[in-house]
């Protein structure tokens, strides 16, 4: 080791507190520490690879050469806690508290209704107190952008957005005058009809309702209020003090496995290498971080490289800027801009496209920590800055263990092979030098992902030329990642364009030769070959303009000009910041004085979720003696168990037990319709990721590891994957269904056009934040509690009981909080709550069970994917007459929902449609993926995208406008649907009419149009949809409510009910509901978590008919209370609440504890039969998108949103509207974002947020307007609210429909049918080659003529 001596102690600070470590074990990160060590649970576990940002803390330290404190933010989930040496830490916790003072930070986020279900939380109020202290006042991008490394997966983020806004320079509003604070708030604002309502912009939460809601937890007022710079704590003088000793000191840290070594000088460094040849250097962990923890790496010596001045240091040479190989990227990126500021264009060029690459790489959390070495000796072949350093030729400086320096070229020589450089191992990289650009030298760089913000490339490329002044080239570089296994150049086309001028001819030629030189075989890791090798030449094309018209600019030589309706593809795909409004009606009848019914309260739970007190399942404090279960699951889809020996697993430290399927005491089989999968698997394995086994141990680190070391032998057999496989090889669940009306064979025979269709719409993984969790606690009676993070307590409760062999009464089941189920959670928890069951039984000890991020996504289902089949008969005029559609549903091994999520199809296979004529069939495919589940929509949403998709087809064909044909067919008032419910209070059209004039659709439409006729290479889109969606479950049984009210003897009231808090402010309701009935204030009455021994038998929370089932239940319970209370409030008028509640108990001795129940008159319907109602009522709404396609990359925007919703009298409009939001970002990511990856062999590739993509903060409209339908109401549900949960979801379809709308104006510019359908998600890769033209004529059909198998399958 190094000469210095070295330090045993790690010294760091969190929260102000200071925190000495003997010996810290290397493999431990910040998050572990924080969790486990300091109980500081409110920084989020979410996902474990930098990916979602619920982990966010802010890391500052002091540099004594500037004399500055420098705050950073950072992922604790990827820092190690070794690397916090001399530094200090600040989560969540340290910034405020309910109980001493909420920081503001905090506070906006609460009170503009940017928390739902919370687990996201603490992470944005992370990212963005982060950036408050570095610029007080930032702008409007800063806050647009800040949030890139932050995934939040119910609100839609434009409430976040919107709640941090008054903090920004401009300091409010993005609608500048135009915003409601500035207006009459009774008057027509931005054109919009006029309201009674109170409009709410922006989250700027209007002042009035400021004094009714923004009381929290503990009764505290709390304010919009401003960021006050000067209250924040200082740096710790400590660390101040003794900063330049803890970050000279070189340190060893030796844990049982790993040693960690931080060497503070370039000898000491290379001596360490010389001691340890394999050792591993480490920057930011970001890529090792992920290594070891998801692909199991293991790196016994860490040699981290942050405190070395040659690695660190950033120097402008005569040739270039020089960056030490351990210089952040985000440092990287600030010395870049600093250049750029000072250098002309014609030097600086190089480095644009290096800060333009940088915008796009990972979030903010990793840029701050990672380092451009670790970058390029990653090598991965799909490296965003690779292709610029390969480019640009960028020259490295390399140092060997024997201390000689050389320098590297990186050109086509550099990369090796996959993940291999021309490095030597006994060479670590010391710097990069990237060279100033020159005169008459071009240089761009290209990045195409899926999704813009945070995300790996599918392709990407620099690309630099050299002209002399005649625009000949005399000097050309492509340099491409994501086409083979390293970065690639394009050598021959570099060649042999060397000498020609710089014109259409050399275009084509480069177009010609980019194909043979970037081949990439159809079978290829990644997927999307076509696509991809259409994306080279897509980009030279872009990269040929953008040249061709700097040279026109300079008219040095005459060039020939960029034909105008070209210009565009010069231009980034750019968006401003987020605005939009949100109107609800107040209603004008009178309530009880005390009642925030019909309040935009705020969540409940809001102020706690943003402190990072709200406790979830995993923020648990242990109990003594609680052990650890790590699951064995299994690696194939299809197997028959030939060996299972834990032996290796039994003797590893900490382990104490295996468990398997002889260890269950009761049934090892389970199920909801069918018990048809087994707790642990017994003989064969049916799907990847199931479980086999379990270990128990001390520690959950323990626990994984050793369950990792449990070998499992497979006798492999063929699977079945995909819908197509199960057609093929007939393998469906024996309860394929038909609904019909009318006679659909004569009508379509009837009919003057008929069509036929078909779609995929593929899965979507719930991604909840909060991964599963359930903790077992044995009971004193031999029973067993469990604290679960489900939505179906009563299901689990009775799956235990089966497993244990246990009554139901001595199982209880309970949930506080769930950070996000979105349906992920009904059944599912099963799969990993009964082996905890079974654990904990066995030894009877309490056992924690907490799935990561990729065991969660490995075995819990997703929606399923649907193959929809159709034919479609209609007049010329438009009118549809009959519809003909079958559904394959993709269920996976295990019946679980599925046969009910296909009769919610069928059921809504009309959407809102009058069609006459009507077939719907279901096929319930079984095959070997995990069993697919309720989602959101459960199953309309697939019917939803296969009807409009249907509706686009027609109306291309027509050549008629889609929403005339849209228009032309909805429902109306009085109309009978085909499952024979009367339309009542059918506010359908009423919504459709004013979404259109909200968007101000038909002056939009021109506009598009014009773009359109304008512009070749990008594309504007513009649609409407509608959405009709039931309310009810179709099992009689399950429409019931329940809940318990009990008043103490201070008054206050505490509810209990049978539904669960999940985001979606189901408690805040009930409690704004009891308000109402019982006349008091919300800081009254608090909700209690939801019990299976307090209420028996609850229906899962589910279907969005929640708040009408136990909403109403709590209206009874309270309605007994207030009777019982009558006599003493006729007695006692004067009496306050307070004084009845003591009278009534002291005096009158009355019961202060009622319950309640509710069920919906006449709901339950039998699809066989078709007998019943299938729904009390429906919710109605529209949208109306506008999109802009960028046609050569597939790329697209929402430019603008606009929602009309029909959610009666809504009980809590600021909450509905959020459910509105979050649901339409959720549908959007279903039908244009979210590709869920499997290969043929049932292999999934996408486990985790690195590789599968929800909404990001950048993907939702650029202005995004929500309407609550005004003097609504039913008589169907409590006080004429409706369920909203779901419905929204639907109405993403506007945006598929706006990019088919997009699609067809550039598939007309090429003379092709206007229609193609758009399988979802509509990703790049399939807007792209719908946008055919002759890049993509290159490559189409290789991959059918292949043959071959391809990297991923449609399922
Ligand atoms: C959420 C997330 C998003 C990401 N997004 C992107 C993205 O958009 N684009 C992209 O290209 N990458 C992305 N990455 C990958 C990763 O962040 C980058 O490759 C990053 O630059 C790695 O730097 P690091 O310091 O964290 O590397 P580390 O994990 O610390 O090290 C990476 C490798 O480099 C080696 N190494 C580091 N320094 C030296 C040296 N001086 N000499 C020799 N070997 C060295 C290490 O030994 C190790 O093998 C992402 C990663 C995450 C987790
Ligand atoms: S938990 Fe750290 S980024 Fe997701
Ligand atoms: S509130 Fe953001 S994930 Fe639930």
């Known amino acids: 080791m190094g000469s210095s001596a070295a330090s045993a102690d790690l010294v760091f600070f969190v929260n102000g507190k200071k925190n000495v470590v003997q010996n810290p074990e290397p493999e431990l990160t910040l998050l572990q520490y924080l969790r486990s060590d300091l109980q500081l649970t409110g920084t989020k576990l979410g996902c474990g690879e930098g990916g979602c940002g619920a982990c966010t803390v802010m890391v500052s330290f002091h540099s004594p050469d500037s004399d500055t404190t420098q705050h950073y933010s950072a992922n604790a989930c990827l820092l190690p806690l070794c690397s916090l040496h001399g530094m200090a830490v600040t989560t969540v916790e340290g910034i405020g508290s309910l109980r001493t003072r909420v920081h503001p930070v905090q506070e906006r986020i609460a009170a503009a209704h940017g928390s739902q279900c919370g687990f996201c939380t603490p992470g944005f109020v992370m990212s963005m107190y982060t950036l408050l202290r570095n610029s007080p006042t930032p702008s409007d991008e800063q806050l647009d952008t800040v949030f890139e490394g932050n995934l939040c997966r119910c609100t839609g983020y434009r409430p976040i957005l919107d709640a941090y806004r008054p903090f920004t320079k401009g300091g409010g509003c993005p609608l500048g005058a135009e915003c409601c604070q500035n207006k009459n708030k009774t008057g027509v604002q931005n054109g919009h009809p006029p309201s009674n309502g109170v409009p709410v912009e922006n989250g700027a939460v209007p002042n009035d309702t400021d004094e009714l809601n923004g009381s929290s937890e503990n009764g505290t007022k709390h304010t919009g209020v401003s960021y006050d710079p000067s209250q924040e704590p200082i740096f710790p003088p400590y660390l101040k003090l003794e900063g330049p000793t803890l970050h000279t000191q070189s340190l060893v840290f030796v844990g049982q496995r790993v040693r960690w070594y931080r060497p503070v000088s370039l000898a000491e460094l290379l001596d360490i290498k010389k001691h340890n040849p394999d050792c591993k250097i480490v920057v930011g962990n970001t890529e090792i971080g992920v290594e070891v923890k998801f692909k199991k790496q293991q790196y016994p010596v860490l040699v981290t490289t942050t405190h070395i001045q040659e690695l660190t240091s950033v120097q402008r040479l005569q040739s270039g800027i020089q960056l030490g190989a351990s210089v952040t990227l985000a440092t990287m990126d600030a010395a870049l801009k600093d250049a750029i500021k000072e250098l002309p264009e014609d030097k600086f060029r190089v480095f644009a496209a290096f800060v333009e690459m940088l915008r796009w790489f990972a979030g903010h959390q990793v840029r701050n920590v990672a380092a451009v070495g670790g970058n390029i000796m990653t090598a991965s072949p799909i490296s965003d800055l690779n292709p610029l350093l390969l480019a640009c030729g960028a020259t490295l400086t390399l140092v060997s263990t024997e201390g000689k320096q050389r320098e590297v070229k990186m050109d086509h020589t550099f990369f090796k092979g996959y993940r291999q450089t021309a490095v030597l191992p006994n060479e670590i990289l010391l710097s990069v030098l990237i060279p100033f650009s020159q005169k008459n030298e071009y240089f761009l760089g290209y990045k195409q992902a899926n999704r813009k913000e945070d995300d790996i490339s599918v392709v990407n490329a620099g690309m630099r030329v050299v002209l002399d002044d005649t625009a000949k080239v005399l000097d050309l570089s492509l340099a491409f990642g994501g086409m083979g296994p390293t970065t690639v150049m394009a050598t021959t086309t570099m060649k042999q364009l060397q000498g020609l001028t710089w014109n259409e001819e050399l275009l084509n030629k480069a177009c010609e030769l980019l194909t043979s030189d970037l081949p990439l075989d159809p079978g290829s890791p990644g997927g999307t070959t076509e696509y991809r090798r259409s994306l080279t030449v897509s980009f030279f094309f872009k990269f040929y303009l953008t040249v061709k018209q700097k040279l026109q600019q300079q008219a040095k030589p005459p060039v020939a000009a960029v034909r105008s309706s070209d210009r565009v593809a010069t231009q980034p795909l750019e968006r401003g910041p987020v605005k939009g409004f949100q109107w609800f009606e107040v209603s004008p009848e009178s309530l009880s004085p005390n009642s925030a019914l019909r309040l935009p309260v705020v969540h409940e739970s809001a102020f706690k979720q943003a402190t990072g007190e709200a406790q979830y399942t995993n923020d648990i404090a242990p109990r003594q003696g609680e052990l650890y279960l790590g699951l064995v699951q299994s690696k194939k889809a299809r197997a028959k168990l030939v060996r299972v020996d834990p032996s290796a697993a039994l003797a590893m430290p900490g382990v104490v037990d295996y468990l398997s399927h002889t260890d269950v005491p009761g049934s090892n089989i389970w199920g909801l319709l069918e018990k048809d999968e087994e707790i642990f698997a017994s003989k064969e394995v049916v799907h990847q990721g199931q479980v086999i086994g379990a270990i128990l141990a001390d520690t959950l680190a323990n626990a994984q590891r050793a369950a990792q070391a449990v070998v499992v032998e497979y006798d492999v057999m063929e699977p079945i994957i995909t819908i197509a496989d199960a057609i093929q090889k007939k393998s469906f669940y024996p309860l394929n269904l038909l609904v019909s009306n009318g006679n659909v064979e004569e009508a379509l025979s009837r009919a003057e056009c008929v069509l036929e269709g078909e779609l995929h719409v593929e899965a979507q993984e719930h991604f909840y934040l909060e991964p599963m969790v359930t903790i077992g606690y044995p009971t004193e009676d031999g029973g067993m509690e469990l604290a679960c993070s489900t939505q179906s307590i009563a299901f689990i409760q009775s799956a235990v009981a089966g497993a244990l062999g246990l009554p139901f009464n001595k199982v209880k089941v309970r949930a506080r909080r769930l950070g996000g189920a979105f349906g992920g959670k009904e059944t599912r928890p099963a799969m990993h709550a009964l082996p905890v069951a079974v654990a904990a039984n066995k030894h009877n000890c309490p056992v924690r069970c907490t799935l990561e991020r990729d065991e969660d996504m490995l075995m819990t289902g997703t929606r399923h994917p649907y193959l929809g089949k159709y034919r479609i008969g209609f007049s010329s005029a438009g009118k549809i007459l009959a519809y003909d559609v079958k559904y394959y549903l993709n269920a996976g091994c295990a019946l679980d929902m599925s046969y009910q999520v296909s009769e919610k199809s069928l059921i809504d296979s009309d959407q809102s449609y009058n069609i006459p004529n009507v077939r719907a069939e279901a096929h319930l495919c079984k095959t070997n993926i995990p069993s697919n589940t309720a989602f959101r929509g459960f199953g309309a949403p697939q019917a939803n995208a296969i009807m409009e998709t249907a509706l686009t087809q027609v109306a291309c064909h027509l050549n008629m406008a889609p929403d005339k044909l849209r228009e032309m067919n909805l429902y109306k008032e009085g109309d009978v649907t085909f499952f024979k419910t009367v339309l009542t209070q059918c506010n359908l059209r009423r919504c459709w009419d004013d979404v259109k004039a909200q968007s101000k659709f038909e002056q939009r439409r021109k506009e598009v149009d014009l773009f359109n006729s304008e512009n070749r290479w990008r594309k504007r889109g513009i649609a409407v949809t509608p959405t009709k969606f039931g309310m009810g479950f179709f099992d009689k049984f399950l429409n019931q409510g329940a809940a318990l009210v009990n008043i103490y003897t201070d008054g206050t009231v505490l509810i209990s009910h049978g539904g669960i808090e999940m985001g979606q402010g189901l408690h805040t309701k009930i409690m704004q509901v009891a308000s109402q009935v019982l006349d008091v204030p919300l800081s009254k009455i608090q909700v209690d978590e ?266």
């Not at 008919?1105 to 239940?1113: R, T, Y």
């Open 1090 to 1355: 939801t019990m299976t021994n307090v209420l028996p038998n609850t229906t899962a929370t589910a279907a969005s008919v929640s708040s009408d089932l136990h909403g109403a239940a709590a209206v009874d319970a309270c309605n007994t209370l207030k009777q019982r209370l009558k006599p003493i409030q006729a007695e006692h008028p004067d009496y306050t609440w307070e004084q009845t509640i003591a009278a009534a108990y002291f005096e009158k001795v009355v019961s202060l504890s009622a319950s309640g129940f509710y069920k919906p008159p006449g709901v339950g319907y039998n699809l066989k039969t078709g007998e019943g109602l299938p729904y009390l009522y429906f919710t109605f709404g529209s949208a109306c998108s506008v999109v802009e396609v960028d046609c050569l990359t597939g790329d697209h925007q929402v430019i603008s949103t606009d929602i009309v919703m029909d959610v009666g009298k809504s009980l809590s409009p600021a909450i509905d509207i959020g459910q509105i939001e979050g649901g339409f970002i959720q549908g959007y990511g279903l039908l244009m974002l979210e590709q869920y990856k499997v290969q043929g062999d049932g292999n999934l590739l996408t486990r985790g947020p690195g590789s599968y993509k929800i909404p990001a903060v950048g993907n939702i409209p650029q202005s995004f307007n929500v309407t609550l339908l005004r003097e609504s109401g039913t008589t169907k549900a409590v006080y004429s609210s409706k369920g909203i949960g779901e419905p929204p979801m639907l109405l993403a379809s506007s945006v598929l429909c706006a990019v088919y709308d997009a699609v067809r104006a550039a598939r007309i510019d090429e003379g092709l049918n206007p229609f193609v359908p758009l399988n979802t998600p509509a990703t790049p890769a399939r807007i792209r080659m719908a946008c055919s033209d002759r890049f993509t004529r290159l490559y189409e059909g290789a991959e059918k003529k292949s043959g071959k198998t391809h990297w991923f399958v449609d399922l």
